[in-house]
């Protein structure tokens, strides 16, 4: 798997804009990028993935870099209930099974 | 929508114990994952099942056991619970083999005294 970096914490006000950035410099070309979160208590949930280019669902927005070494994940209007860990990921490509692996994440807390 | 459902939130188990956990899923996923999370170990593989009656070894299988009888359901044994397996038991499914787009359970919180 290439190596993420993303911030340990953001904050963000309701209603705004969240932008999450990651940063995965040693990606290879055949790597895509996935975001998950993980409100407390709970088990993760799959936001978004992409390969090179930007996509949108209706959770959220992934911005990848056209040398795709970082994106950035955009939750559009924040609410509380979008307060959670943040996690990217680009899990190595061959991989059989699928095995996901996370990082330490953002943590991102959305104030009213 | 996937729905993963696991059979219990939290549980209390004591040590030598045989400790059964149930996931079940709802969307025909080919492919089911049993993963443990802990504070600063991050999320780990212990199983997986690609198929009925299928299953393969993960990054930390030893202490576990694993029965796919039927597609919707995943099971994970614990065969003699130890105070090191008390953690956040968390099953996942996924519709194609390889693929990241894991679909969670709520997790149980297993503990072993």
């Known amino acids: 798997d290439a190596k993420t970096t993303q911030p340990p914490s953001m904050d963000c006000a309701e209603g705004r804009a969240a932008n999450l950035p990651c940063n995965h410099s040693?990606?290879?070309?055949?790597?895509?990028v996935y975001w998950y979160r993980q409100i407390h208590s709970q088990g993760p949930q799959y936001i978004i993935h992409?390969?090179?280019n930007n996509e949108t669902n209706e959770m959220a927005s992934l911005i990848i870099t056209e040398d795709r070494k970082s994106s950035t994940l955009i939750l559009p209007h924040a609410t509380l209930r979008d307060t959670a860990v943040y996690y990217c990921?680009?899990?190595?490509?061959?991989?059989?099974?699928?095995?996901?692996?996370f990082g330490q994440g953002t943590i991102l807390t959305v104030h009213p | 929508d996937v729905k993963v459902t696991q059979s219990s939130r939290y549980l209390v188990k004591r040590t030598g114990e045989k400790v059964f956990l149930e996931c079940v899923q709802d969307?025909?996923?080919?492919?089911m994952f049993w993963y443990r999370q802990d504070p600063g170990l991050g999320l780990r593989l212990i199983y997986f099942?690609?198929?009925?009656?299928?299953?393969e070894k993960g990054d930390i299988p030893e202490g576990y056991s694993v029965s796919r009888e039927k597609k919707e359901r995943f099971s994970l044994i614990l065969e003699s619970a130890s105070t090191n397996q008390t953690s956040m038991y968390l099953c996942?499914?996924?519709?194609?083999?390889?693929?990241?787009?894991?679909?969670f359970g709520p997790g149980t919180r297993l503990t072993v005294t």
């Open positions: 996942a499914s996924s519709l194609l083999s390889g693929t990241r787009n894991q679909y």
């Open positions: 040693t990606i290879s070309g055949n790597e895509y």
């Open positions: 992409g390969l090179k």
């Open positions: 990921i680009a899990p190595a490509g061959g991989t059989s099974y699928g095995k996901l692996t």
């Open positions: 969307m025909d996923h080919e492919n």
């Open positions: 099942s690609y198929d009925v009656k299928m299953k």
